[in-house]
């Protein structure tokens, strides 16, 4: 895609299509007004007829509207005025992108950038911008037969500043951005794959075709004959049903010579049916979403191989499928940690802690200045939070609270959990070191609480992104999340935000 910036006004550009916004009561946007006034009222005019609306999500699209030079006129509602945030910024650009989605325009000019939003700048409203344009135009069609339909043939995005001071910072916006679409895509695409495509193999290969793309980037493939050297036996336990070959990926990427990297731990199930404390049947087909954790760092992992980030940042994902077999792991079995630390694995479908916790200990040759795993991890994370937040846990505040804050500017949005020693025991095991279940109550906290137990020493958090991953019914399909948050916290932690 190629970006650009520009000063003159809306009606001005002959380009294929240009965005402007009205707002609720009749108020025009910079862009809007300035089209109404070349058009002698063109917009005012569809307002009262009612076919443009400052409703926020409305959108309206006008063709050769007089005195305008664009072709498409994109109207969509911002909402009430004074209520714009970057929530509705990214609404009304979804809406206005909806509407010119079956369009077959290679260039989209918006003038959403001008209006005041609460708590963002050009920079940000590019970024936006950019995503909100990747979320709309991304299909997921590899797996349907015959011709693909042709998408959008898009190649241009322009960005309206009302300062030239400003459009550096809105080009940077735009450049962070589409490297974010490019790993949210890549994360979507690893989720919506069908579990006997996506296993453990392809997403190790995916790794290593990563690798080869980026120079500052590796990946390096641990094997079974290797974890069990490593004493991975928790992990291990899991692979133990299915003929597919676990793996666990390690990716390095080096942006700076010197300084501890950040490691990213991403659960890798990618069929989770439970074992043989199997699941129900109803929508045991959204468990292939069971990988979206390790979708979502290998695809962070691109954004920062291509903005070229001057930070070190290791991946390692536990690659598994959870079955049920005859050499399965049964709730009872006990088994020993790489920590040497021993689990009485009493539901074989609380699995992704147990291969997250070698992942972890796995984390510690690494000396890592800060541990963030991300795990589709318990449905009671959904049932606390719903499917806006993700949930964040872990054993420094500081770092829970940069995440958060990250999550806040990159409008992909988190929410802490406690943890503690009262809902630890509820972890305790008569028989082993732990049990791999805490009961009914605050299941997302007592997983948490497991995986506390294998990061002595580091900074670490968690994030539970049960609810995020993905949406279920109609629009079912993986979200990209929490890629934008855990790229504006790199973003931020190595100084490459203006
Ligand atoms: N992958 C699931 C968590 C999950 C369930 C995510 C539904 C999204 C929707 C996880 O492996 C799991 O099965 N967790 C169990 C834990 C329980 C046995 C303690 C759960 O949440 O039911
Ligand atoms: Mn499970
Ligand atoms: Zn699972």
Not at 211 to 218: N, P, V
Not at 289 to 295: L, R
Request: charged share 20%; glycine share 12%; hydrophobic share 40%.
């Amino acid at each position: 895609m190629e970006y650009f910036t520009t000063t003159s006004k809306a009606s001005r550009r002959a380009a294929d299509c240009v965005v402007v916004g009205v707002y609720e009561r009749g108020k025009l946007g910079a862009g809007a007004a300035d089209i109404d006034a070349a058009s002698k009222g063109e917009i005012r005019r569809q307002i009262k007829s009612g076919d443009v609306s400052g409703r926020l999500g409305r959108s309206a699209v006008l063709t050769n509207v007089p005195g305008v030079r664009a072709g498409r006129v994109v109207v969509v509602g911002l909402g009430k005025s004074g209520e714009l945030g970057v929530a509705q910024f990214r609404r009304a650009m979804a809406a206005a992108v909806q509407s010119v989605s079956r369009s077959k325009s290679k260039e989209i000019l918006s003038y959403l950038t001008l209006e005041d939003v609460a708590g963002s700048d050009a920079y940000y409203l590019a970024r936006h911008t950019v995503q909100a344009i990747g979320d709309g135009l991304y299909r997921f069609d590899e797996m349907k037969s015959g011709r693909r339909k042709g998408g959008m043939p898009l190649r241009k995005v322009g960005l309206a500043t009302s300062k030239r001071s400003d459009a550096a910072r809105s080009m940077r916006g735009a450049e962070h951005g589409d490297a974010i679409v490019m790993g949210m895509s890549l994360a979507k695409d690893l989720g919506n794959l069908p579990p006997n495509v996506c296993t453990p193999a392809y997403l190790a290969r995916t790794a290593q075709r990563l690798a080869g793309k980026y120079r500052k980037l590796t990946a390096r493939i641990i094997n079974e004959t290797e974890m069990k050297r490593l004493g991975m036996h928790s992990l291990l336990s899991v692979t133990a049903g299915t003929r597919e070959p676990a793996k666990l990926i390690v990716m390095q990427y080096k942006g700076v010579a010197r300084g501890q990297p950040v490691v990213l731990v991403g659960k890798g199930v990618t069929f989770d049916s439970g074992g043989i404390s199997l699941k129900p049947g109803p929508a045991m087909d959204e468990m292939k979403f069971d990988m979206c954790g390790a979708a979502s760092v290998i695809g962070v992992m691109a954004t920062v191989a291509a903005l070229k980030l001057p930070i070190n940042v290791n991946v390692v994902v536990p690659a598994v499928e959870n079955l049920p077999g005859g050499r399965a792991t049964k709730p009872g079995d006990i088994v020993t940690s790489m920590s040497g630390q021993t689990i009485e694995i009493l539901n074989t479908d609380a699995e992704g802690r147990l291969i997250l916790c070698d992942a972890l200990t796995y984390c510690r040759r690494f000396k890592p200045a800060a541990v963030i795993d991300v795990a589709t991890l318990t449905g009671a994370c959904v049932v606390a939070l719903g499917h806006h937040h993700t949930a964040v846990m872990g054993n420094n505040d500081e770092l829970a609270a940069n995440i958060i804050a990250a999550g806040r500017n990159a409008d992909d949005r988190a929410w802490q959990l406690p943890l503690g020693e009262d809902y630890a025991q509820q972890l305790k095991s008569n028989f082993a070191d732990m049990a791999n279940v805490g009961g009914r109550d605050a299941g997302a906290i007592t997983a948490g609480c497991f995986l506390a137990k294998f990061t002595d020493g580091m900074d670490w958090a968690h994030l539970d992104i049960a609810g995020t991953a993905w949406k279920s019914g109609q629009k079912k399909g993986a979200t990209g999340r929490p890629v934008p948050m855990l790229s504006e916290w790199l973003l931020a932690r190595c100084g490459a935000l203006p």
